[in-house]
């Protein structure tokens, strides 16, 4: 079914239907998804602007619902907003956004030079709903090669012998809404958790990325290239301590 969308911009009528191409829009679904919507002359408009999930990625947010939740209660205004339906919408906004919310909300501007500091600062003060980023982190430091890449199936592999090994021990595995909990699961299913929870959460801060033609997840390069070996010792201890604290609730 194709999709409905309504066009708007504050001061500014709604134009006439024409022809329109379709095109694929940066919207943030998960690490996998995009949208495919109707392109129509508010393109041209959105060309030099960032999307929702772009502004992200350019500050250091805590989560993208932050945006979100921001824009809800009108702490944010987007410059330029695209109606799917009555419940979905696109939202753009015009790149110096970037330093004044910055200055505005305390963010912190993400660039190569202090990718590094913000790296180690989310290890340190890392928040977990689930057990997923340590054990990442440490599939990460186990199957790095020396840029910093790591194939997904390696990923996917350390994620199952970890849960496993926790069932064969009769220790919990994970909360019961968690594909690892369950007596059988798919490595597609796997793939498909790690790439929404928790690489999507480094991804937004620019610190990984996925080539999903060569099923590679690579650690940026400003990030990577900065660890030092003491450091990595000291991330590997955090996670432990990390799953530890987890695991202990229960």
């Not at 003060?125 to 440490?138: A, G, L, N, W």
Request: hydrophobic share 35%; net charge positive.
């Amino acid at each position: 079914m194709q999709a409905h969308w309504r066009w708007h911009r504050r001061g500014r009528r709604p134009p006439r239907r024409a022809c329109k191409p379709d095109a694929l829009i940066d919207w943030p679904i998960s690490a996998l998804d995009y949208e495919l919507v109707d392109i129509f002359n508010w393109q041209e408009e959105a060309q030099n602007m960032y999307s929702q999930q772009e502004l992200v990625r350019h500050l250091s947010v805590q989560k993208t619902q932050t945006i979100e939740e921001y824009i809800r209660k009108e702490k944010i205004q987007p410059d330029l907003v695209v109606k799917l339906s009555s419940c979905r919408e696109f939202h753009f906004f015009k790149r110096d956004r970037v330093d004044e919310y910055s200055n505005k909300f305390g963010w912190t501007v993400i660039t190569d030079s202090n990718k590094h500091e913000l790296f180690m600062k989310m290890v340190r003060e890392m928040r977990m709903d689930h057990s997923y980023k340590p054990v990442f982190i440490k599939a990460i430091l186990k199957h790095a090669d020396a840029k910093g890449r790591v194939n997904l199936s390696s990923i996917v592999t350390y994620f199952h012998d970890f849960y496993e090994s926790r069932r064969a021990a009769g220790l919990v595995v994970e909360k019961a809404n968690s594909i690892y909990a369950k007596d059988t699961y798919t490595d597609k299913e796997s793939e498909t958790t790690i790439l929404s929870n928790p690489f999507k959460r480094f991804e937004d801060m620019q610190m990984v990325r996925h080539t999903k033609t060569l099923g590679i997840v690579e650690v940026d390069g400003a990030v990577w290239k900065n660890l030092a070996q003491e450091e990595k010792a000291e991330i590997e201890r955090i996670c432990d301590q990390k799953l530890a604290e987890y695991y202990g609730r229960w």
